[in-house]
T-cell receptor, first 112, second 112 residues
Framework: QKEVEQDPGPLSVPEGAIVSLNCTYS??????FMWYRQYSRKGPELLMY????GNKEDGRFTAQVDKSSKYISLFIRDSQPSDSATYLC????????????FGKGTMLLVSP | NAGVTQTPKFQVLKTGQSMTLQCAQD?????MYWYRQDPGMGLRLIYY???????DKGEVPNGYNVSRLNKREFSLRLESAAPSQTSVYFC???????????FGQGTRLTVV
């Protein structure tokens, strides 16, 4: 079992839909949880991050972390065609130095 | 402000040839990383350098070597390229204990 599992999709939705993207993980040492967005033929860019459990909202985007279930989610409200991209979850522990562990990424397609 | 710059952007190699992928960052970050991204596999860490003068293996180091030339530059070398090394390679820079990794635009490498 990989440390981080993420459904690769693709996930196709109409413009205006609410999108839910999810990752599960197995390493209980993970404390920082991030979502990166990657447009086609570009490098990933950080979208949001959350420390430990809880919710974080930024405009149309909401990140949720449930450490008891080892489950994280990214919600996109009022999705736009410009949201079409691959979304990668990433995690790391809180120890002195730790690297990021990425999910495989979910491809999202928002049609006008 | 360029951020993380990778060269070349595209490369085709013959099996057995060698090459070096270059990465430079102008953000004064301590840590640098090399990832490969393959369809269905997500981002996998090849090597990283937590700070100038140190390098460590990641998840998939076989067939690669790295050099942290100075704080700005981190190169990845393929000594004898194999078709299995056909991939998109990303370099990233990050401040220690920070949550955000900054990625370059990627190098698309094909080994025939």
């Amino acid at each position: 079992q990989k440390e981080v599992e993420q459904d690769p999709g693709p996930l196709s939705v109409p413009e205006g839909a609410i999108v839910s993207l999810n990752c599960t993980y197995s390493n209980s040492a993970f404390q920082y949880f991030m979502w990166y967005r990657q447009y086609s033929r570009k490098g990933p860019e950080l979208l949001m991050y959350t420390y430990s459990s809880g919710n974080k909202e930024d405009g149309r985007f909401t990140a949720q972390v449930d450490k008891s279930s080892k489950y994280i989610s990214l919600f996109i409200r009022d999705s736009q065609p410009s949201d079409s991209a691959t979304y990668l979850c990433a995690m790391r522990a809180n120890s002195g130095y730790s690297t990021l562990t990425f999910g495989k990424g979910t491809m999202l397609l928002v049609s006008p | 402000n360029a951020g993380v710059t990778q060269t070349p952007k595209f490369q085709v190699l013959k099996t057995g040839q060698s090459m070096t992928l270059q990465c430079a960052q102008d953000m004064n970050h301590n840590s640098m990383y090399w990832y490969r991204q393959d369809p269905g596999m997500g981002l996998r860490l090849i090597y990283y350098s937590a700070s100038e003068g140190t390098t460590d293996k990641g998840e998939v180091p076989n067939g690669y070597n790295v050099s942290r030339l100075n704080k700005r530059e981190f190169s990845l070398r393929l000594e004898s390229a194999a078709p299995s090394q056909t991939s998109v390679y990303f370099c990233a820079a990050q401040q220690v204990r920070d949550t955000e990794a900054f990625f370059g635009q990627g190098t698309r490498l094909t080994v025939v």
